[in-house]
């Protein structure tokens, strides 16, 4: 039962640098989605994919791009790192919009920007 | 813009004390999520609550939905060490969009 896989786990970047953080759900679900979470800030969505195909912005896109590969996996890449992308990322998924569907979330990325 | 207010933001009790966190704001929604994060961990839907005054229970935990659809409380009964870890609400905002508080940190010690 692995549901939604998020890699790497850690990572530390210069600024400047450019990485992709990977990520894939296994629950066939339709819908996927990028959050970033700082202390005192909660969870702020920075891209969301509706359904394989799409992508939109959400609250935060500033500074980073997505691709929906297929319909199980969605990655968001930062082309320029800047230390203020230090953060916890975290994907998640859901078999259509959030409304009333579940969200379920990956184990997150702990990214560090020097 | 729409915000979740959170409170109290860090809650440190003993075991077997009861409490009350809270989720406010000044919008409407049509639902609102609770969440539970464990530390290295993505955070875990408890329930989701959808009718102005709706209250839900799980085991200890009983969930309301203000009347006005405006704000969510989550009150603990009986607060065991499983119980501490981070709990966030969330509200939809419309389609695929969901907005977070930024938590309450609980600690329940043995």
């Known amino acids: 039962n692995a549901g939604v896989t998020q890699t790497p786990k850690f990572q530390v970047l210069k600024t400047g640098q450019s990485m992709t953080l990977q990520c894939a759900q296994d629950?066939?679900?339709?819908?996927m989605y990028w959050y970033r979470q700082d202390p005192g800030m909660g969870l702020r969505l920075i891209y969301y994919s509706a359904s394989e195909g799409t992508t939109d912005k959400g609250e935060v896109p500033n500074g980073y791009n997505v691709s929906r590969l297929n319909k199980r996996e969605f990655s968001l890449r930062l082309e320029s790192a800047a230390p203020s992308q230090t953060s916890v990322y975290f994907c998640a998924s859901s078999s259509q919009g959030t409304s009333k569907n579940i969200q379920y979330f990956g184990a997150g990325t702990r990214l560090s920007v020097l | 813009t729409q915000l979740l207010e959170q409170s109290p933001q860090f809650l440190s009790i003993q075991e077997g004390e009861n409490l009350t966190v809270y989720c406010n704001s000044s919008?409407?929604?049509?639902?609102l999520q609770w969440y539970r994060q464990e530390p290295g961990e993505g955070p875990v839907l408890l329930v989701t609550?959808?009718?102005?005054?709706e209250v839900k229970k799980l085991k200890r935990l009983t969930f309301q939905f203000g009347d006005a659809r405006k704000d969510s409380s989550l009150h603990i009964t009986a607060a065991q060490p499983g119980d501490t870890g981070l709990y966030l609400c969330a509200a939809n905002t419309g389609g695929f969009k969901t907005i977070f508080g930024a938590g309450t940190r609980l600690f329940v010690k043995a």
């Open positions: 919008s409407v929604f049509s639902s």
């Open positions: 629950m066939n679900h339709n819908s």
């Open positions: 609550v959808v009718t102005g005054g």
